[in-house]
């Protein structure tokens, strides 16, 4: 099956500064990734994702880029508020397939 | 729309008692998830459920058990609880499959601990 690595396990940054989280995959078979965001004590929510056919994709601050040969992805995060501070989700799945393979989380802490 | 709603929201049980985590969604989705959450593990797939009457075995399944008999409900059985099974778990469900790119929604989490 499908795994997915993350690196940095912690990230801390001043605010205003940018944050960079990459994630590996394993399947060269997957086509979606979505980041999800969790806050202390509450549910991941999807903050951004990006299909296989796509290289970029950018949302207000948040940008996520796709190399399928390297097989990796990386959430960006530029001018970075207090808000940014959680645990972020990377995950991967194949087309098709109902298994998605989520890594096991960055601790981003926005330092004021 | 409610969302997913799971309940309840902590439980403490102890070994070998048997219990149920409750699972329901108002948004009409095929799909529904559970997931189990433990420090630096992230979110790790126990079973899941394409439609009703139908559901198949994710990264974890062993001590838990589910069936799919509406497509509202997707309930959670702990037969005899176990210390490992100490997490959070997260009821997840959406539209289609996470292979089609379809955004899956979680309920707020169930706090389980096993003593």
């Keep these: 099956g499908e795994n997915v690595e993350q690196h940095p396990s912690t990230l801390s940054v001043q605010?205003?500064?940018?944050?960079?989280?990459?994630?590996?995959?394993?399947?060269?078979?997957?086509?979606?990734?979505?980041?999800?965001?969790?806050?202390?004590?509450?549910?991941?929510?999807?903050?951004?994702?990006?299909?296989?056919n796509v290289g970029e994709k950018k949302d207000q601050r948040i940008a996520v880029t796709l190399n399928k040969t390297a097989k990796h992805f990386s959430l960006h995060i530029t001018e970075t508020q207090p808000e940014d501070s959680a645990v972020y989700f990377c995950a991967a799945t194949p087309y098709g397939n109902n298994r998605l393979a989520f890594g096991k989380g960055n601790q981003v802490v926005v330092i004021p | 729309n409610a969302g997913v709603t799971q309940t309840p929201k902590f439980q403490v049980l102890k070994t070998g008692q048997s219990m149920t985590l409750?699972?329901?969604?108002?948004?009409?989705?095929?799909?529904?998830?559970?997931?189990?959450q433990d420090p630096g593990m992230g979110l790790r797939l126990i079973h899941y459920s394409v439609g009703a009457g139908i559901t198949d075995q994710g990264e974890?399944?062993?001590?838990?058990?589910?069936?799919?008999?509406?497509?509202?409900?997707?309930?959670?059985?702990?037969?005899?609880?176990?210390?490992?099974?100490?997490?959070?778990?997260?009821?997840?469900?959406?539209?289609?499959g996470s292979g089609s790119g379809n955004t899956i929604y979680f309920g707020e989490g169930s706090w389980l601990t096993v003593v």
């Design chain 1, 15 to 52: 605010e205003g500064d940018s944050a960079v989280i990459k994630c590996t995959y394993s399947d060269s078979a997957s086509n979606y990734f979505p980041w999800y965001k969790q806050e202390l004590g509450k549910r991941p929510q999807l903050i951004i994702d990006i299909r296989s």
């Design chain 2, 60 to 96: 974890v399944p062993n001590g838990y058990n589910v069936s799919r008999s509406t497509t509202e409900d997707f309930p959670l059985r702990l037969l005899s609880a176990a210390p490992s099974q100490t997490s959070v778990y997260f009821c997840a469900s959406s539209l289609g």
């Design chain 2, 22 to 36: 409750q699972c329901a969604q108002d948004m009409n989705h095929e799909y529904m998830s559970w997931y189990r």
